[in-house]
């Protein structure tokens, strides 16, 4: 796990450019605080920050092979599950293979492969290799995005980098937002359009793509997409397969030679994996599993009961840990901590996010860094088995928008009239939502049912799983700790997309066939708690300090995000704690603390990263 940065220019020569790449390669220091590297020749140059997870000696980076047909050079960002199986092939067709670095084996499979690499991988990624005898840069990311990578094209030149941050620091390249930035800001926040940014030319290479740069220009291709097709497994047939591929996934990412942990929430998914990997260590004659939980001050005082959080973690948290003899770990935040860290969490993603539930998972990280490495979590579950609500309510999958963010018209009237007039986030919302059913793979076979389900799975992975799956690369990078989440294994992704609703809600539950595969793995209050999402404070210490932050921001006539909300619509927000704005904003939890905390990152990013708003 690392942090990689590039740029290829052909019109001029860069070997003066050294301080440029190494400024861009400074700005990644958290993602890869154990060692960094750089290579740069005539027309491309490379960077690495690298956090040690395998094989110190033999992974460094950039690497560089060189053959009688080329050099080839790797900056890279991840981990391949599928290590041992492409080190076989490589050696059945006469390579060498000098260290247990996947880094070598992903460059030598590409030099094998070619650009078809992307289609032999397993695992988490996103990578720049430079082929000198072609003179063209190829870059990649991973089936689900689970690693990012950014770039843009300035002046003739393909610039790269793991975090926009590193962009700007290329001579030139300004912060700048436009109308679609603030329908992104306003309208999709925190999530965001897949392959773009909030930002006016800086775009994301999409998950499962590749890239290409030459001299002829950019060339973007999908490698990988779900398939559609009829399930003809038996319902056994299905739980064993389904079994098999959790196994193979949570396994094969037990691999490191640092400390390894896995989080905790006492919730059905993390609790597989600690049982997965408990059995698996104990089967190796390895020490007891690490295991973390996070929770906050004074939340059992204050917790409070509702239909998306019907109750606490701890009971069963300390049920798991008992039944697998887990070396466990409860990280415990306070309120202050909590929303002090809003502008750290901002600052990781380079983009206001998911408010305290970000600022948390960045603590819960910081903490967890302590002890280990690398950690496992159980991401993902949720949007690949039906575990949210919106899944079953009939309101949220006939709502005719994404059914995390249906606060459309409450959004709308967050914006400076003068600005509403110029932007319709309805509109966009609704142009995105469009965009996003037209690539959906449907079949004839497929019933009313099947087709609405496949339509609400299929949003539910592209969309509020990547703005997850951003939260955790970003918060756990942020703290040079490696976060893998066996459940976006492809395969297993893959598979279920075919299974038919009977059996994937199996008894009509959230995740029922999941239910069913572990029944005989996991104590049965597992089995059976309904979904609880990751804890959120209950403290009401947290409202009263992100009401304060607010309002203080609101009395200060130059703060900059006074140029783009409505203030009598936000004076109204702070006056009814958060009431004004009736419905959760986004998700299920996040409501009016979890909104003021959001427009606190705002004005934090507008001050920091000052873009230039054009409307």
């Given at each position: 796990m690392c942090g990689i940065v590039g740029f290829v220019d052909y019109k001029k020569e860069i070997q003066n450019k050294e301080n440029v790449i190494i400024a861009m390669n400074s700005t990644l220091?958290?993602?890869?605080?154990?060692?960094?590297?750089?290579y740069i020749n005539n027309h491309v140059a490379l960077a690495h920050k690298r956090l040690i997870v395998l094989d110190p000696q033999g992974g460094k980076q950039p690497m560089v092979e060189k053959y009688s047909y080329g050099e080839y050079v790797i900056t890279y960002n991840g981990q391949i599950y599928n290590t041992k199986e492409l080190r076989n092939t490589l050696v059945e067709n006469g390579f060498?293979?000098?260290?247990?670095?996947?880094?070598?084996?992903?460059?030598k499979s590409y030099i094998h492969y070619g650009?078809?690499?992307?289609?032999?991988l397993n695992g988490i990624f996103a990578f720049a290799i430079w082929n000198s005898k072609k003179e063209e840069l190829f870059v990649a990311r991973d089936h689900f995005g689970v690693k990012p990578l950014f770039y843009t094209i300035y002046d003739g030149a393909f610039i790269f980098a793991s975090e926009i941050k590193a962009l700007f620091k290329y001579p030139g390249i300004e912060k700048e937002i436009d109308k679609q930035g603030i329908s992104e800001l306003f309208g999709i926040g925190p999530a965001?359009?897949?392959?773009?940014?909030?930002?006016?030319?800086i775009f994301e290479i999409k998950p499962a793509h590749f890239a290409i740069y030459n001299k002829s220009g950019l060339?973007?291709?999908?490698?990988?997409?779900?398939?559609?097709k009829p399930h003809t497994d038996s319902f056994g047939k299905t739980c064993e397969t389904v079994s098999y591929l959790l196994d193979d996934a949570i396994k094969r990412q037990l691999v490191s030679d640092m400390p390894l942990c896995v989080m905790l929430s006492g919730g059905l998914d993390s609790s597989i994996i600690v049982a997965y990997a408990s059995n698996y260590y104990k089967e190796n004659g390895l020490p007891p599993l690490n295991t973390f939980?996070?929770?906050?001050?004074?939340?059992d005082k204050n917790f409070v009961k509702s239909d998306f959080q019907p109750n606490s973690d701890n009971y069963y948290i300390d049920l798991m840990v008992k039944k697998f003899n887990t070396n466990h770990t409860k990280i415990v935040i306070d309120t202050p901590e909590l929303a002090e860290a809003l502008e750290d969490a901002m600052v990781s993603r380079d983009y206001p996010g998911m408010a305290d539930v970000d600022s948390s998972f960045l603590l819960f990280c910081k903490n967890i860094k302590k002890y280990a490495t690398v950690c496992i979590s159980g991401e993902c579950s949720d949007e690949i088995f039906a575990g949210y609500p919106w899944f079953f309510r009939e309101d949220a999958l006939h709502s005719g928008t994404f059914p995390w963010s249906i606060a459309i018209e409450e959004r709308q009237k967050l914006l400076n009239p003068q600005i509403g007039k110029e932007i319709d986030l309805k509109n966009y919302i609704d142009y995105r939502y469009n965009e996003s059913l037209g690539e959906i793979e449907f079949l004839d076979v497929d019933t009313a049912e099947t087709a609405e389900k496949r339509k609400i799975s299929y949003l539910t992975m592209n969309w509020f799983m990547q703005t997850l799956l951003d939260r955790a690369d970003r918060s756990s990078m942020y703290n040079g700790l490696e976060l893998r989440?066996?459940?976006?294994?492809?395969?297993?992704?893959?598979?279920?997309?075919?299974?038919?609703?009977?059996i994937k809600a199996l008894n009509g539950r959230e995740k029922g066939l999941l239910r069913y595969v572990v029944k005989d793995l996991l104590p049965d209050e597992i089995v059976d708690r309904k979904k609880s999402p990751y804890p959120k404070t209950h403290n009401p210490t947290?409202?009263?300090?992100?009401?304060?932050?607010?309002?203080?921001?609101?009395?200060d006539k130059n703060a900059p995000i006074t140029n783009l909300l409505n203030r009598d619509y936000i004076l109204d927000i702070l006056k009814t704690d958060g009431k004004a704005f009736t419905r959760p904003w986004f998700g299920q939890l996040m409501t009016g603390p979890q909104l003021m905390a959001y427009l606190c990152q705002v004005n934090m990013w507008l001050e920091k990263y000052q873009p230039k708003i054009e409307i």
């Open positions: 220091e958290k993602r890869g605080p154990d060692e960094d590297g750089y060498t293979i000098n260290s247990r670095s996947d880094t070598e084996i992903l460059l650009n078809d690499v992307v289609k032999h965001h359009t897949s392959g773009t940014t909030v930002f006016k030319n060339h973007i291709e999908r490698y990988w997409k779900l398939k559609s939980s996070v929770d906050y001050v004074d939340n989440v066996p459940f976006c294994d492809y395969r297993l992704v893959e598979y279920l997309w075919n299974v038919p609703w009977d947290y409202l009263a300090k992100v009401k304060q932050m607010l309002t203080t921001i609101m009395e």
